[in-house]
């Protein structure tokens, strides 16, 4: 696996490119995308442990953890992460 370059879009997705590859390559990320991202990055944002985030359980609604995924890639993006496969069509 490679690294890619997460960006925030401030509220609207995200955009994710791979570090070393073709430029052309890259992908929008909106909605629950979102939240399964930062749990690959952050770890699960579920505090009970019922959820990866993307559906509700006892401690949160999937709206909340998406909300929150959110607010910590605009905090956090620009960062460059592991790849969780995204872009392993590139590796082939």
């Given amino acids: 696996?490679?690294?890619?370059?997460?960006?925030?879009?401030?509220?609207?997705g995200v955009f994710v490119e791979p570090v070393d590859g073709p430029?052309?390559?890259g992908l929008y990320m909106h909605g629950h995308d979102i939240t399964?991202?930062?749990?690959?990055?952050?770890?699960?944002?579920?505090?009970?442990?019922e959820s990866d985030g993307t559906v509700d359980?006892?401690?949160?609604?999937s709206?909340?953890?998406?909300?929150?995924a959110q607010a910590w890639l605009d905090e956090n993006?620009?960062?460059v992460v592991e790849d969780p496969g995204y872009f392993d069509h590139l590796l082939e």
């Fill in 57 to 61: 359980c006892a401690c949160g609604t």
């Fill in 36 to 49: 399964a991202l930062v749990g690959h990055i952050a770890g699960s944002p579920c505090g009970c442990g």
């Fill in 63 to 68: 709206i909340e953890f998406y909300e929150d």
């Fill in 77 to 79: 993006a620009p960062l």
């Fill in 23 to 25: 430029e052309e390559e």
């Fill in 1 to 12: 696996m490679g690294n890619i370059m997460v960006h925030a879009d401030r509220g609207l």
